[in-house]
């Protein structure tokens, strides 16, 4: 006997299919603005994402930085803030939970990533050395700079190729690494920048094996290898999915031999751990922990709060222990990864592979016709917005912003627009909808016309800059 049941996406790819492994307690209404009221939003925040009022945002994929939805037990550890000056309860609970999942042994509590960005490049690099790490992002390059350092991009070639299937597009290249210590030796070098999951890549993943390389090249030429963590779980996920011999390996297991090869981390909590604030740095010497310690009550606050309430720390260490459990990984790529199957399957131009935490949408081949200048991503992001109120964010030309020497800006080869999935937050139901709208934009393209840039802030400008309509 056959039953008539609609098959499921997962069925669909002859697979089983999966749901999230929690459910939900508590709701927040979203609310939806009209479309005349979107275009006068859009306007007054001068086509710009980051300056609309999230009260006229319907479904928010600006980040997934801050915006998860924490568990009862986070919300219960809440309650249980320590929140003393010094010596907070907290913090042990979080040193605890940094030195057994990802096995460091010193912690600098920060308030999120980029005060644990601005500690380590202030204390490592000296002005003038160069950093080579699998490509840019923002924040973490500028705190390079702004320290003296010289940010060199020694990712491997198909990073920047939004069409290459490779399993690992963030690792980096020996060859382009070898180069740098060549040119100008390893005195010359502060350290070697490595991250996981490359956000700006579209969420790729580097391999154990290029850890293990870039352990052993780091050991023959005396540097240091240090890693940004902030979505080392989601990394984790595609080495035991991809890489032989990890398919039975714990997610916990697979995150901490990582980290195991790397001398120090830093970390925006704000991402992997399901928190709305919060980050550290975590390193292994303890002479350079003496001056981060030493450091980091000049700029974030006491060594055991680091910008932080107790009750952020508690909900952080908590975090940490939900967000290696294979399950709660499994669900969390798996509907960033729904999404981009329906896209796929639409024949919207995405970055594939499909990453850890975002689809991120080709512009370039969205709008041919805008020259990179009329910021095609940009454009995207706000024309995504007045057709359905969905936020999203850019990730190109005015995200790479300007080179520190020349003032040129930089013309990055990716040229994206990236629809964020916060954790534990949306259903199923909201991706489509998210779908719909981007189709309905694709299919809207050939008339679209591109932005100017009337407002630049000096530093990360996407953040602050204004557009408007050419
Ligand atoms: N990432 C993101 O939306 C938020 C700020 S930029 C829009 O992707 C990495 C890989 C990040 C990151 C932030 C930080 C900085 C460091 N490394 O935002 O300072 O993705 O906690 O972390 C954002 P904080």
Known sequence: MTHNIPQTMGQQHGRRSWAEPWKIKMVEPLNVISREERERALAEAGFNTFLLHSDDVYIDLLTDSGTSAMSDRQWAGMMLGDEAYAGSRNFYHLEEAVQSVYGYRYLIPTHQGRGAEHLISRAVIKPGQYVPGNMYFTTTRLHQELAGGIFIDVIIDEAHDPASLHPFKGNIDLDKLQAVVDAHGADGVAYVSLAGTVNMAGGQPVSMANARELRAFCDRHGLKLYLDATRMVENSFFIQEREEGYADKP??????????????????????????????????????????????????GLHTYGGLAGRDLEAMAIGIREAVQD?????????????????????????????????????????????QIEFPAQTLAAELYLDSGIRSMERGIASAGRD???????????????????????????????????????????????????????????????????
């Open 404 to 470: 520190a020497k020349t003032g040129d800006h930089y013309y990055p080869k990716l040229e994206l627009t990236r629809l964020t999935i916060p954790r534990r937050v949306y259903t199923q139901a909201h991706m489509d909808v998210v779908a719909e709208s981007v189709k309905a934009v694709y299919d809207a393209r050939e008339t679209t016309r591109g932005l100017k840039m009337v407002y630049e802030p000096k530093y990360l400008r996407f953040f602050q800059a204004r557009f408007e309509r050419l």
């Open 327 to 371: 399950e709660h990984i499994r669900s969390r790529v798996g509907q960033v990864r729904y999404l981009g199957e329906l896209l796929t399957e639409w024949n919207v131009p995405i970055v594939q592979p499909v990453g850890g935490h975002a689809i991120f949408l080709n512009a370039r081949a969205f709008y041919p016709q805008l020259p």
């Open 251 to 300: 997610i916990a297991a697979i995150l901490k031999e990582f980290c195991d090869l790397t001398d120090g981390a830093w970390m925006s909590g704000k991402k992997d751990h399901l928190v709305n604030i919060g980050g550290w740095l975590a390193i292994n010497d303890e002479e350079l922990f003496e001056e981060l310690r030493n450091w980091v009550v000049v700029f974030e």
